[in-house]
């Protein structure tokens, strides 16, 4: 049973920086493209960022390039978001998702929430202005 758990949210301030973790288990984690996502109150899911499985390519929404970096560590099953620079409308709770690298998306990451198959339960990230 696949197993996402994020954890690092908290309220902060504009203009500082968080961790979030998301870490896996169920899933050959080496093997999938992982993807953040996050939703505000009364809006739709939206994508953050995404990392191949390797690691070596990673894909961010305009909103955040330049202020999150997305990471992964494969010997612990691991994936990281850190966000710098947060403004209040960086609030919502963060999600991180799955795929499996196979088919179609051996090479292909995905940026859409539709496309990938494992979810987490979510962490809440609330920026104070």
């Known amino acids: 049973q696949v197993q996402l758990v994020e954890s690092g949210g908290g309220l902060v301030q504009a203009g500082g920086s968080l961790r979030l973790s998301c870490a896996a288990s169920?899933?050959?984690?080496?093997?999938?493209?992982m993807g953040w996502f996050r939703q505000a109150p009364g809006k739709e899911r939206e994508f953050v960022a995404s990392?191949?499985?390797?690691?070596?390519?990673?894909y961010y929404a305009d909103s955040v390039k330049g202020r999150f970096t997305i990471s992964r560590d494969n010997a612990k099953n691991t994936m990281y978001l850190q966000m710098n620079s947060l403004k209040p409308e960086d609030t919502a709770v963060y999600y991180c998702?799955?795929?499996?690298?196979?088919?179609?998306?051996?090479?292909?990451?995905?940026?859409?929430?539709?496309?990938?198959?494992?979810w987490g339960q979510g962490t809440q990230v609330t920026v104070s202005s």
């Open positions: 169920g899933l050959t984690f080496s093997s999938a493209h």
């Open positions: 998702a799955a795929k499996y690298a196979s088919g179609t998306y051996y090479y292909t990451v995905p940026t859409r929430a539709y496309e990938y198959n494992y």
């Open positions: 990392i191949n499985w390797r690691g070596g390519r990673t």
